[in-house]
């Protein structure tokens, strides 16, 4: 059974970072495409950053500049590097897979990490 397993929420103070990682199993990771979504209390779920399977990345406005999305082929894990973080990044953040060739026919989900950003 696929499992995407994020790590790496906690509390933070703004100005802040964190360090997010998702761990997959039981995919081709490296034919995946990896994105991070983000889900505030009360507000839809949204796109924070995705990195493709040949490693291209793409950055939500509210985030770039101080987010670095990376992955690693061989820990089949896709990390998501947050800095300057402010209140309003505080969502739970869910780890996203899917096939770069098959697209949402083969697409997965993590079950999320808490992140507070709060003095």
């Known amino acids: 059974q696929v499992q995407l397993v994020e790590s790496g929420g906690g509390l933070v103070q703004p100005g802040g970072s964190l360090r997010l990682s998702c761990a997959a199993s039981k995919i081709s990771f490296s034919a995946y495409n990896m994105a991070w979504y983000r889900q505030a209390p009360g507000k839809e779920r949204e796109l924070v950053a995705t990195i493709i399977s040949s490693g291209s990345t793409d950055y939500a406005d509210s985030v770039k500049g101080r987010c670095t999305i990376s992955r690693d082929n061989v820990k089949n894990t896709v990390y998501l590097q947050m800095n300057s973080l402010k209140p309003e990044d505080t969502a739970v953040y869910y780890c996203?897979?899917?096939?770069?060739?098959?697209?949402?026919?083969?697409?997965?989900w993590g079950k999320g990490t808490l992140v507070t950003v709060s003095s």
């Open positions: 996203n897979a899917v096939h770069s060739q098959l697209g949402a026919a083969l697409r997965f």
